[in-house]
């Protein structure tokens, strides 16, 4: 959520927010990488922690103490 509200101030301020840097600048224009090109280990790794959890879940629905 901090990167999105640094993207979201440079771009009230007409400027171009530089992914690779995390600066807005006023002079030159960058174009968008998605998080998941920027990120994939965390993006992977949250879904990968997800199934994890869906799986104790449905494990602990059949399983009664």
């Known amino acids: ?38 990120h994939p280990q965390f993006v992977n790794g949250g879904m990968l922690l997800s199934v994890i959890g869906l799986f104790f879940c449905i494990i602990g629905l059949y399983k009664r103490s």
């Open 1 to 38: 959520m901090y990167e999105q509200s640094l993207v979201g101030d440079c771009l009230d301020l007409g400027g171009s927010f530089n992914y690779e840097l995390l600066v807005c600048d006023q002079e030159n224009n960058h174009s968008f990488i998605p998080y998941m090109a920027r």
